[in-house]
C-alpha cells in the first residue's frame, strides 16, 4: 500500500512539471506570435492568377500593385458570405455593398482591367471553404495561384491551401499585403492583439479538424 502511495505521489509529482512547462512553453508561445505567426515574406513569384481572399480590403490595393507589376493577367475576388449586421440592414431596405463588391472597386480605381477581374466561391463561411470554391473553380487544371492575405492570416491560408490545392497540382504562393499595420509586439496594439488571437484560435482549431463550411460543401 505503501508502495502505490508513493507511485502516486511521484506520478503526481511529475505530472505537476509537465502541467508547468506545458503552461510556461504555451506562454512563450502566445507572446511570440506575433513573429512566428507571420511568416517571412517572399519575393511575389509569376502565376497565372492572383487570388484575393476574403477580408481587409487593403488586399485588393496589393493585388492590384501585382497586376501592375505583371505578375499574373487576372485577379480572383472571394465571395464570402454576407455577415449578419448587413442582412438585417437589407430587411429594413438598406443594402450595404457587398464585400467582394468593395474588393472589385478597389481594383478597377487602381487600374486593373475590368475583363481581367473574376470571383469564386458563393458565400465562403472560412479560408476551407474558400480552398474548397478554388479546387472547384480549377477543376482539372492545375494553375500557378498568389494568393494575397493579411500578414497574420499567410501562414494559416498557406496550409489550408496547400492541402486543399497541392494534390491537385496547382502551385500555391501566399504572400501578405504591406498596407495592413501589423505590430510584433501585439500586446501593444488593439488591431494586432485581435489579430493574433484570432488567428491563433483559429489554426488549433483547423489542426483539430474543424472546418466551418455550409452544409452543401461540407461532405464534398
Not at 449586421?85 to 443594402?95: S, T, Y
Not at 482539372?140 to 491537385?168: E, F, N
Not at 504572400?175 to 500586446?187: G, L, Q
Request: charged residues 20%; hydrophobic residues 45%; glycine residues 8%.
Amino acid at each position: 500500500m505503501a508502495k502505490a502511495l508513493q507511485t502516486i505521489a511521484k506520478c503526481c509529482h511529475w505530472l505537476g512539471y509537465a502541467t508547468l512547462l506545458s503552461v510556461f512553453g504555451g506562454g512563450i508561445a502566445v507572446l511570440t506570435a506575433g513573429f512566428w505567426l507571420v511568416p517571412a515574406q517572399e519575393t511575389p513569384h509569376p502565376a497565372d492568377v492572383i487570388v484575393v481572399l476574403a477580408g481587409g480590403f487593403e488586399r485588393s490595393l496589393y493585388a492590384a500593385d501585382l497586376y501592375r507589376q505583371g505578375l499574373a493577367p487576372k485577379v480572383w475576388i472571394s465571395s464570402p458570405a454576407r455577415d449578419g449586421a448587413a442582412r438585417q440592414l437589407e430587411e429594413i431596405g438598406i443594402v450595404l455593398p457587398s464585400e467582394e463588391d468593395i474588393h472589385r472597386r478597389i481594383l478597377v480605381q487602381k487600374k486593373v482591367a475590368s475583363p481581367d477581374i473574376d470571383f469564386f466561391g458563393a458565400g465562403s463561411l472560412s479560408t476551407a471553404e474558400e480552398a474548397h470554391a478554388l479546387r472547384n473553380k480549377l477543376s482539372t487544371k492545375p494553375l500557378r495561384l498568389l494568393v494575397v492575405t493579411s500578414p497574420t492570416h499567410a501562414r494559416r491560408a498557406r496550409i489550408v491551401l496547400s492541402d486543399a490545392l497541392t494534390a491537385q497540382g496547382s502551385a500555391v504562393q501566399v504572400v501578405a499585403t504591406p498596407y495592413e499595420h501589423f505590430e510584433a509586439y501585439w500586446w501593444r496594439d488593439q488591431g494586432s492583439a485581435r489579430s493574433v488571437i484570432l488567428e491563433l484560435t483559429k489554426l488549433v482549431f483547423y489542426y483539430c479538424g474543424g472546418r466551418f463550411m455550409r452544409a452543401s460543401n461540407s461532405s464534398s
